[in-house]
């Protein structure tokens, strides 16, 4: 009987798994570097598309700014490609306008250079008490020989209006850098010591005075740089009143 019962068992085809199997699998050594490369794959893929996710919620969130507006027109230089900023037709060039509102006047003596000619030198002496005197600035007189308006011959402030009893009244006007300007031979003024005047602002009217009275009416035109006298021609702007009268 029992020999029977054995007979059985072994022809049987169903076999019975033995235990051990995932134990003999996961001894195997290449099922963990499989294992880690598969879940660091799983890992890396769900990381790619939350972000991916995140940039699309975010750009339909954000608002688009809106265009800029166009810049304003540039000028572009004759023969080449360069873009240069407009410049204002009236813009000041730095220079000192002509001090007289009259186009009809004119420069009858000019300033005594020390690096003159002799001729032009000599030309810009002032004679007063049987002497000879350097002229610190140029006269201007009206070709009629008639009063005429002085005007500022740049933007500043009055530092001095008074009357000196050899040149007449006088303002001084103080500018930028250093420069100041002196009108004297003035019949009157019109400003005061403290006013901030314009260019072109009328001072005064021309008159006499008793330095340069072989002048008659005319104004005397002085430019200080620093406080000392300079050649007034070097920083009034060109024009044709500046031609010296024969």
Do not use: C
Not at 19 to 47: D, E, H, N, Q, T
């Amino acid at each position: 009987m029992d020999e029977q019962k054995k007979s059985t068992t072994s022809s049987s085809p169903v076999q019975k798994v033995k235990r051990g199997g995932w134990r003999r699998i996961m001894g195997k050594k290449w099922i963990f570097p499989a294992m880690y490369l598969g879940a660091a794959a799983i890992i890396l893929a769900g990381v790619m598309w939350y972000q991916n996710s995140k940039d699309f919620t975010t750009k339909l969130a954000t608002p688009q700014a809106a265009p800029s507006k166009p810049s304003a027109p540039t000028q572009v230089a004759q023969g080449g490609n360069e873009q240069q900023p407009a410049v204002p037709v009236n813009a000041d060039d730095g220079k000192l306008a002509w001090p007289t509102k009259s186009e009809a006047t004119e420069k009858v003596m000019g300033y005594f250079d020390d690096a003159s000619d002799k001729k032009d030198q000599e030309a810009a002496l002032v004679q007063y008490d049987n002497s000879y005197w350097p002229n610190t600035g140029i006269a201007i007189a009206a070709k009629d020989k008639k009063s005429f308006e002085v005007t500022a011959a740049a933007a500043g402030k009055v530092v001095k209006s008074e009357r000196d009893p050899m040149l007449g009244y006088q303002v001084e006007i103080e500018h930028k850098d250093g420069l100041s300007t002196v009108y004297a031979s003035l019949e009157d003024t019109k400003v005061n010591v403290g006013d901030t005047v314009d260019r072109g602002a009328v001072l005064g009217m021309a008159g006499r005075n008793v330095f340069e009275k072989d002048f008659g009416i005319h104004l005397h035109f002085e430019v200080h740089k620093n406080g000392e006298a300079v050649a007034p021609e070097q920083y009034l702007k060109k024009t044709d009143n500046m031609t010296q009268a024969k």
